[in-house]
């Protein structure tokens, strides 16, 4: 099965060269991170396998928080982010830093190229998945897009429940997941940006979603991550997952997808999952992509488990869920429109 992808996301979204991002003083945040630096990054310049990497001297780009990761994205990481994502091996958020979920993505795409796979990014696989497009483009902010922001949300659930749409609460929050960003990273990328309508903002060019049929989907607990396959037994995408955690562990062995449900409600009841908070009654959420599933529901042959999105794309693979299959809501959906009743979830080790 081959498949293909655009660099379009959008008639709206446009690629830029390298000539004219070095026009764009206004997208710098320094020397390390700019539209032309990612645009003309060397895939050669990463570091074959995964790296501790020193602090950057200076400025902080933004605050990091977790320990050990270096202080300003790399150009060439975000270059690799995108292109993995445009192959279908998805990284997750792309955010310009090296990880664990990059590496996964690596070994995904080898897998798919019918190479050794060991999450090495050496010449032959970066070769292989190299292009002389651009990956970072211009997308001009719609009147659709600040429309549809509401009000901040609150966290507890009986609160939520009153809500009639848990959507996004910034511009910034919606076309960050539009572009599979992290929500920092587009803004460090457009520091000089109000996110307005009509404005010119610059963003991952991710292409299309990946088609095909799916017949088959692994999800493996011990590498975290989840293997959507076609009748012909090719890979044709993989994403990071969260599979459940240790206090509520996923189940193990074959299941079915039963039914898939977009932009749906979530049924919170203490008794069956766990509790948040003081809630201790049945509650509806409301739809939207900050509900507690996301954008969609896979609704599986195990009751109560399935696959779904999450409001916190940043935290896949970093921290456990309540049992079930959470990907970022942009792989989610991406899998949710290849599936249909009866595909196979086998979870693995059994």
């Known amino acids: 099965m081959k498949l293909m992808r655009v660099s379009m996301v959008t008639a709206a979204f446009t690629l830029i060269s390298s000539a004219t991002a070095l026009a764009q003083d206004a997208v710098a945040i320094d020397a390390l991170i700019t539209v032309d630096a990612i645009n003309s990054a060397a895939l050669s310049d990463i570091a074959p396998e995964k790296q501790p990497v020193a602090p950057v001297n200076g400025a902080l780009v933004w605050a990091r928080l977790e320990a050990g990761k270096p202080k300003a994205p790399s150009p060439a990481i975000v270059r690799l982010q995108i292109l993995l994502?445009?192959?279908?091996?998805?990284?997750?958020?792309?955010?310009?830093?090296?990880?664990?979920?990059?590496?996964?993505?690596?070994?995904?795409?080898?897998?798919?190229?019918?190479?050794?796979?060991?999450?090495?990014?050496?010449?032959?696989?970066?070769?292989?998945?190299?292009?002389?497009?651009?990956?970072?483009?211009?997308?001009?902010?719609t009147d659709a897009d600040v429309a549809a922001i509401v009000a901040p949300l609150p966290t507890d659930y009986a609160e939520l429940a009153l809500r009639?749409?848990?959507?996004?609460?910034?511009?910034?929050?919606?076309?960050?997941?539009?572009?599979?960003?992290?929500?920092?990273?587009?803004?460090?990328?457009?520091?000089?940006?109000t996110f307005s309508v009509g404005e010119t903002i610059y963003a991952a060019g991710v292409g299309p979603d990946r088609t095909g049929q799916v017949v088959r989907i692994e999800a493996d607990k011990d590498?975290?991550?989840?293997?959507?396959?076609?009748?012909?037994?090719?890979?044709?995408?993989?994403?990071?997952?969260?599979?459940?955690?240790?206090?509520?562990?996923?189940?193990?062995?074959?299941?079915?997808?039963?039914?898939?449900?977009?932009?749906?409600?979530?049924?919170?009841?203490?008794?069956?999952?766990?509790?948040?908070?003081?809630?201790?009654?049945?509650?509806?959420?409301?739809?939207?992509?900050?509900?507690?599933?996301?954008?969609?529901?896979?609704?599986?042959?195990?009751?109560?488990f399935g696959i779904h999105g999450t409001p916190s794309p940043s935290l896949i693979d970093k921290v456990g869920s309540h049992g079930c299959i959470r990907l970022t809501n942009w792989d989610a959906v991406e899998l949710s429109k290849m599936v249909s009743k009866g595909v196979v979830v086998s979870f693995v080790p059994a």
């Open 85 to 141: 994502d445009r192959a279908g091996a998805s990284p997750g958020v792309i955010d310009g830093y090296d990880g664990d979920n990059v590496r996964k993505a690596v070994s995904a795409f080898e897998a798919m190229q019918g190479l050794p796979v060991d999450g090495v990014a050496d010449a032959e696989m970066l070769a292989r998945l190299d292009t002389a497009e651009a990956v970072i483009g211009s997308y001009v902010v």
């Open 164 to 193: 009639d749409y848990l959507g996004f609460t910034s511009v910034t929050e919606e076309l960050a997941e539009r572009f599979h960003m992290d929500e920092k990273f587009l803004i460090a990328l457009n520091p000089q940006a």
């Open 223 to 304: 590498k975290r991550q989840v293997f959507a396959y076609g009748a012909d037994g090719m890979l044709i995408a993989a994403y990071p997952a969260t599979i459940g955690s240790e206090d509520n562990p996923s189940p193990s062995g074959e299941h079915t997808v039963e039914a898939v449900a977009p932009d749906p409600t979530y049924t919170y009841n203490p008794e069956v999952n766990f509790q948040q908070g003081d809630n201790t009654e049945v509650l509806t959420l409301p739809p939207g992509p900050n509900g507690p599933v996301g954008s969609v529901w896979i609704d599986l042959s195990e009751p109560t």
